[in-house]
């Protein structure tokens, strides 16, 4: 194995348990021959860093056709 290798093993090997599946999920979306991450990517990364931040009756739906509402106009 190389070192780079063994250095993201370790990475993973110590990070926290709930962490992993974000992180297997991110290494699963990269194309070897892309070196951008691609903006759904991204946006994924910050839905992801949000888990378990939002209180319990948040209502995502309205939130986001308010967001969409604000974007796009009412006709959306």
């Known amino acids: 194995m190389s070192k780079l290798k063994q250095e993201a093993a ?3 090997e110590n ?3 709930n962490l992993i599946p974000q992180a297997i999920s991110y ?5 070897p021959e892309k070196t951008n991450i ?6 994924l990364q910050t ?4 888990a378990g931040t939002l209180p319990p009756n948040f ?7 308010e967001a969409r509402e604000e974007k796009y106009g009412s006709f959306y």
């Open 27 to 31: 290494l699963k979306n990269i194309e």
């Open 15 to 17: 990070m926290p348990e």
């Open 59 to 65: 209502q995502y739906k309205k939130e986001l056709e």
């Open 10 to 12: 370790s990475i993973i």
């Open 47 to 50: 839905l992801l860093s949000f």
């Open 38 to 43: 691609s903006r759904s990517m991204e946006g």
